[in-house]
């Protein structure tokens, strides 16, 4: 794409199967292609795009239309299953310099579900971040299933129940396939617990009253801040800022100090043992798998990979370019018969006797160089090493 930037993830549900999230950026100077936004929907059969496009047009609840804009109702126009929401309050102030605005839209291809778009006044920037709530939301208090594998045991049980089978034909090939697919499902269900907790909306706890009021206040601040641009009201926003980010810091140390002090009980010395692991290990996200043609996301794209891996390796070995010269000489040094080691070390003796018989020192000659005795047995004679002088 040459005039949006965006970076995509793809999210699996049961109920609606997958459905690609991307986050989008349209520079004010450019103007949008027609070719680069259906590029964008090509990403996905569902998708959701989102952020700053720099579109407006009345429909999606922008005070004006600029040439972007037009450009994007004309594509919507001609493709039904993609359409724009905005939020009704602006997502950026213009700073003084211009009327505050709609630049952040959502485009929804194919998503099946209701919709809903709202400004959060939140931190200091000119551009307020927008939140899309898909479906119902979920309730206060609800509850999350967790589910924990025992690998040990799932080793365990498949061990016991999977056997090696005698494949011949593509029948038994198949059979054994699926066969194997049931023992994993079994043995990864007999290994797993699930757990029913409640649901916590964060994890550090309940905000105080007063930082709740705290923080609606500088939303309404923020609010009358973009609607009339008056430096006052801007100041008297900063101050609240300020104050809400006090109140949060305050906050947050305060529930880390009883957070720590709860550990430090004697009943949970492991628990500080986990507590320092955790804030120790520098976590490495897990690398994507990768495929002939790219990264893969669907189940039997991830399938066909690893099957396309396997025969990769389980084949026989190939060389392309074979030195038969080389093969004939390896041949021929295994063939080869090994000389003893006795008569290798009878021949490095010979040769050092005689060096030694013609060797400048008179004490080496005089070791090698006598008379034997004539007996069935011949020893050496002791004292011959003698200083010839």
């Given at each position: 794409?040459?005039?949006?930037?965006?970076i995509a993830v793809g999210?699996?549900?049961?109920?609606?199967?997958?459905?690609?999230?991307?986050?989008?950026?349209?520079?004010?100077?450019?103007?949008?292609?027609?070719?680069?936004?259906?590029?964008?929907?090509?990403?996905?059969?569902?998708?959701?795009?989102?952020?700053?496009?720099?579109?407006?047009?009345?429909?999606?609840?922008?005070?004006?239309?600029?040439?972007?804009?037009?450009?994007?109702?004309?594509?919507?126009?001609?493709?039904n299953d993609v359409h724009?929401?905005?939020?009704?309050?602006?997502?950026?102030?213009?700073?003084?310099?211009?009327?505050?605005?709609?630049?952040?839209?959502?485009?929804?291809?194919?998503?099946?579900?209701?919709?809903?778009?709202?400004?959060?006044?939140?931190?200091?920037?000119?551009?307020?971040?927008?939140?899309?709530?898909?479906?119902?939301?979920?309730?206060?208090?609800?509850?999350?299933?967790?589910?924990?594998?025992?690998?040990?045991?799932?080793?365990?049980?498949?061990?016991?129940?999977?056997?090696?089978?005698?494949?011949?034909?593509?029948?038994?090939?198949?059979?054994?396939?699926?066969?194997?697919?049931?023992?994993?499902?079994?043995?990864?269900?007999?290994?797993?617990?699930?757990?029913?907790?409640?649901?916590?909306?964060?994890?550090?706890?309940?905000?105080?009253?007063?930082?709740?009021?705290?923080?609606?206040?500088?939303?309404?601040?923020?609010?009358?801040?973009?609607?009339?641009?008056?430096?006052?009201?801007?100041?008297?926003?900063?101050?609240?800022?300020?104050?809400?980010?006090?109140?949060?810091?305050?906050?947050?140390?305060?529930?880390?100090?009883?957070?720590?002090?709860?550990?430090?009980?004697?009943?949970?010395?492991?628990?500080?043992?986990?507590?320092?692991?955790?804030?120790?290990?520098?976590?490495?996200?897990?690398?994507?798998?990768?495929?002939?043609?790219?990264?893969?996301?669907?189940?039997?794209?991830?399938?066909?990979?690893?099957?396309?891996?396997?025969?990769?390796?389980?084949?026989?070995?190939?060389?392309?370019?074979?030195?038969?010269?080389?093969?004939?000489?390896?041949?021929?040094?295994?063939?080869?018969?090994?000389?003893?080691?006795?008569?290798?070390?009878?021949?490095?003796?010979?040769?050092?006797?005689?060096?030694?018989?013609?060797?400048?020192?008179?004490?080496?000659?005089?070791?090698?160089?006598?008379?034997?005795?004539?007996?069935?047995?011949?020893?050496?004679?002791?004292?011959?090493?003698?200083?010839?002088?």
């Amino acid at each position: 794409m040459q005039t949006i930037e965006a970076i995509a993830v793809g999210i699996r549900t049961e109920r609606y199967g997958e459905i690609t999230v991307a986050s989008c950026y349209h520079p004010p100077n450019r103007t949008v292609e027609i070719q680069d936004l259906e590029a964008l929907m090509a990403i996905g059969p569902a998708l959701i795009a989102i952020g700053d496009f720099n579109a407006k047009a009345l429909d999606w609840n922008c005070l004006t239309q600029n040439y972007s804009g037009a450009v994007l109702k004309r594509f919507l126009a001609n493709n039904n299953d993609v359409h724009a929401v905005g939020p009704e309050e602006p997502t950026y102030d213009g700073q003084g310099r211009t009327r505050p605005d709609v630049l952040d839209i959502a485009l929804l291809k194919a998503i099946p579900l209701q919709v809903q778009l709202e400004v959060v006044y939140e931190g200091s920037s000119d551009h307020s971040p927008i939140l899309l709530t898909v479906g119902e939301p979920t309730p206060p208090g609800g509850t999350v299933t967790k589910r924990r594998t025992n690998w040990a045991q799932f080793r365990a049980e498949m061990q016991r129940n999977t056997a090696l089978p005698r494949i011949e034909t593509v029948d038994e090939l198949e059979a054994a396939v699926m066969t194997l697919e049931t023992d994993i499902h079994t043995a990864e269900a007999r290994s797993t617990t699930e757990t029913v907790e409640i649901f916590r909306q964060d994890y550090v706890g309940e905000l105080p009253h007063a930082t709740k009021l705290l923080i609606r206040e500088r939303r309404s601040a923020r609010r009358r801040s973009i609607r009339t641009g008056d430096p006052v009201d801007r100041n008297a926003l900063n101050q609240l800022s300020r104050r809400v980010r006090a109140a949060l810091d305050e906050h947050f140390n305060e529930r880390w100090r009883k957070h720590t002090e709860e550990i430090n009980e004697g009943a949970h010395e492991r628990n500080l043992w986990k507590l320092q692991k955790i804030l120790r290990t520098q976590r490495k996200p897990i690398p994507p798998i990768h495929g002939e043609r790219g990264i893969v996301r669907t189940n039997s794209e991830k399938a066909e990979a690893f099957a396309d891996s396997f025969e990769l390796q389980c084949r026989e070995n190939q060389l392309v370019n074979e030195d038969e010269d080389h093969e004939e000489e390896i041949e021929r040094r295994r063939d080869l018969e090994w000389t003893p080691l006795r008569e290798v070390i009878r021949t490095k003796a010979t040769k050092a006797f005689e060096k030694a018989t013609v060797h400048t020192n008179p004490l080496v000659r005089e070791a090698v160089d006598y008379e034997a005795e004539d007996r069935t047995t011949h020893k050496r004679p002791k004292t011959q090493l003698r200083d010839p002088g």
